[in-house]
């Protein structure tokens, strides 16, 4: 359903319409296209944007077809024309099929109609059907809308869409199409054959049943009576922090951002809609120099200002169907650009940011004059390092220009985990049409896609998420996005003190006690680490680099040491997300997180195995450094599977249990096992191979299954669902060497 990067997958390629006015001219002969004339419209990659252009061709002169249905609006077109174009492609309409002459009845009948309202003025036809409460945009032209006044008049007001619920439906002779969007942003793509005109199909007969015709003129609420109805906000968004100008001036003057006492002239609108394979945005800036002579001429003055401010917002109103001063983002309305939450704008937790990013002080660099030990210093340089964040965060085709690191905030993220539970429930309940499981999968992919910005290549194809797999790797993007977040919180805390150093500024803002280990405690980590190298996991070593012993005051008084079965378990996280970890402790899922993208439900996940965890850390050979944490989780009495489950939270709970054993195949040596804490923590850190527990509880394990489990776990995973259940124990810094 999406734009797989050839001509072949570009959809809805041709287009037949009738030209609007002699101006456009032939892309293949290069002569003029007269006004009235059946053009054919072809869409092409674009070479200037990421989406498409359309080239209008002389019919004669289009790409070949397969037939008429290959054409988007050919049963739009006057009676003779279709006959035409099919005589042109030596497939002619047999009249003396009932369908055929039943189809051409229509066709005369509405374009009789048409004819006749197509002099009325485009205003008065816009109130004629949103006074039927019909789904229009600014885009329709007028022959469109006289169109679907005939199509109305002719055969009746149609039901909303079953799949957008707009009421968009348009009939166009033998077939129903939707001319509306799905989820306020994907262009719907629902057709329905009524009656087969042309040889080839061009809907789902499936869908037959689903729509029925209704009399013309019979108004629910009038869309014009509404808009009167409507009144804005008594106060206007408030305006927050400073804004900078980002946009080459071209000039050497500085520019800054123009600014009121209520607003950032300052606005960035995306659209996406996978539909097409579009992903592209617009930025608007308004920008003055920072020179009295100009402040007082544009500033005081204003008709300089008063004019960019005009157009300003008529541009705004076009891309994003919605008034600049009462737009509250991140919002996006029918047919239009997607507003996007912007730093100083109505976010008071992304402010004092230049939409370019950053903001406040940075806490990597070097660690000279650091009180810190070294080890530590060169920790926190790192996990505090803005251009670390940005590259991991691009890696993961997050779009830093449509939403800079310092604009990250808590709704977004929240809106970001709400869209991905929608695509898990569709992954679980998939439509019986396979069709429309694409195109809702799609849709809903292009309005995860509209809430947390990405980039792609002009090359690669946006992918649609279809699986579980991808649906988890976008769910490790969200929380990533939430770590950034609180790091960026604690950046901005930092505050313009000069006295002390960033680092050290940094480290009493973790609220996280950090020391290097003994040596001994050095050891047993590299040796754990060692021993329990999965065999899958061959691709690199682990090289432990710095140990750092860790206290949090936080987790002291709660923590649920009285539970059994502590044991030293790792955790694996990118670098972006410690400093959240440190500062916040390891959190479980939010509620608007799906729960379907979890293994065992929503949980703090860990392993015995070092290279599972680090395996989740997304270190490359390019940048090898990855973070592993060791925690003394209490486990207490545990709830075993032998496969995924993605209710296992609450499974676990009703079994009353306290955490949750994934049973793998392959586990550290119990032989091997040592302990710390005189005794009270165990540390599985026996040499990998086959596990004992599996083998010797395998038949229980699967009766409790149901009798036919298979072992699909390689490894063993560990989860809690209670955050009392962890404390951190050590911060491990490893170089992953790769092979080759």
Not at 237 to 243: C, R
Request: include cysteine.
């Amino acid at each position: 359903m999406s734009y797989g990067g050839d001509d072949s997958s570009i959809p809805d390629k041709l287009r037949l319409d009738y030209a609007p006015t002699s101006r456009a001219s032939c892309k293949g002969c290069g002569r003029g296209i007269g006004q009235g004339e059946v053009r054919c419209g072809v869409k092409v990659r674009s070479q200037w944007h990421d989406g498409f252009d359309m080239h209008f061709h002389h019919v004669a002169c289009a790409p070949k077809a397969s037939g008429p249905g290959a054409f988007k609006g050919v049963q739009r077109l006057r009676w003779a024309d279709q006959a035409a174009l099919a005589d042109a492609l030596k497939m002619p309409l047999d009249e003396s099929k009932p369908a055929v002459k039943k189809a051409k009845r229509l066709n005369e009948l509405v374009w009789g109609v048409v004819d006749k309202v197509a002099s009325v003025p485009k205003k008065q036809l816009r109130e004629a059907l949103e006074e039927n409460d019909r789904f229009i945009t600014d885009k329709m032209s007028p022959a469109e809308l006289a169109y679907m006044i005939g199509d109305s008049l002719v055969s009746g007001l149609l039901p909303p869409c079953p799949f957008c619920e707009c009421n968009a439906l348009v009939g166009e002779g033998g077939m129903i199409r939707c001319a509306g969007f799905a989820a306020g942003t994907t262009s719907c793509r629902f057709s329905l054959v009524l009656d087969s005109v042309f040889d080839e199909p061009l809907g789902s007969e499936e869908m037959r049943g689903r729509t029925k015709r209704a009399g013309v003129f019979e108004p629910t609420q009038p869309l014009a009576r509404a808009l009167k109805d409507w009144s804005p906000p008594k106060d206007a968004p408030p305006f927050h922090g400073d804004l900078h100008g980002d946009i080459d001036s071209g000039d050497d003057e500085e520019l800054d951002g123009s600014c009121d006492a209520k607003y950032a002239w300052h606005s960035v609108l995306n659209a996406v809609d996978l539909a097409d394979g579009t992903n592209k945005y617009y930025k608007m800036q308004l920008l003055q120099t920072g020179s009295s002579r100009r402040q007082e001429q544009v500033g005081a003055r204003l008709p300089q200002l008063g004019r960019a401010k005009k157009e300003f917002r008529e541009q705004f109103k076009k891309l994003a169907k919605c008034d600049f001063e009462w737009c509250e983002p991140p919002v996006q309305h029918p047919s239009g650009y997607a507003v996007t939450l912007l730093p100083g704008q109505l976010s008071d937790e992304a402010t004092g940011e230049a939409a370019a990013g950053g903001g406040g002080k940075s806490a990597s660099g070097s660690a000279m004059g650091s009180s810190l030990p070294p080890p530590v210093a060169r920790f926190v340089s790192l996990i505090g390092d803005k251009k670390m964040m940005a590259a991991q965060l691009q890696e993961m085709h997050v779009d830093l220009e449509k939403m800079p690191l310092g604009s990250i905030s808590t709704a977004q993220i929240k809106r970001g985990y709400e869209a991905l539970t929608r695509v898990a429930t569709q992954l679980q309940t998939p439509a019986a049409d396979g069709d429309e499981q694409k195109h809702r999968l799609l849709t809903l992919t292009t309005h995860f896609y509209t809430t947390i910005p990405h980039k792609f290549g002009l090359d690669e194809v946006p992918p649609v998420i279809d699986s579980l797999p991808m649906l988890k790797d976008k769910l490790d993007m969200v929380e990533a996005l939430l770590q950034v977040q609180e790091s960026q919180k604690l950046s901005k805390s930092l505050g313009p003190a000069a006295e002390q150093h960033p680092l050290d500024a940094m480290y009493a803002q973790l609220q996280c006690g950090l020391a290097p280990a003994s040596e001994a405690e050095h050891e047993m980590v590299r040796r754990y680490a060692a021993n329990t190298h999965g065999s899958t996991h061959d691709t690199y070593k682990i090289n432990v680099k710095d140990v750092l012993a860790v206290s949090r005051a936080a987790e002291q008084p709660g923590f649920k040491a009285s539970l059994a079965n502590r044991q030293l378990l790792w955790h694996g996280s990118r670098l972006t997300n410690w400093a959240g970890i440190l500062s916040q402790g390891l959190r479980i899922a939010p509620p608007e997180a799906p729960v379907t993208g979890y293994m065992f439900g929503k949980g703090v996940y860990f392993a015995d195995m070092s290279s599972k965890s680090a395996n989740y850390c997304g270190a490359t050979s390019a940048n090898p450094t990855a973070v592993l944490l060791l925690c003394d989780v209490a486990l207490g009495s545990q709830y075993e599977r032998l496969n995924a489950e993605y209710e296992a939270a609450e499974s676990c709970k009703k079994a009353g249990k306290a955490s949750t054993w994934g049973v793998g195949k392959f586990a550290p040596a119990d032989g091997g096992a040592s302990s710390i804490e005189g005794g009270a923590i165990r540390v599985p850190m026996g040499e990998a191979g086959d596990s004992e527990y599996m083998k010797a509880n395998f038949a229980r394990l699967q009766k409790a299954e149901g009798g036919k489990a298979r072992a699909a776990l390689l490894y063993n995973e560990y989860i809690v669902y209670d955050v009392s259940q962890i404390q951190m124990k050590y911060v491990v810094v490893c170089e992953l060497e790769f092979d080759g």
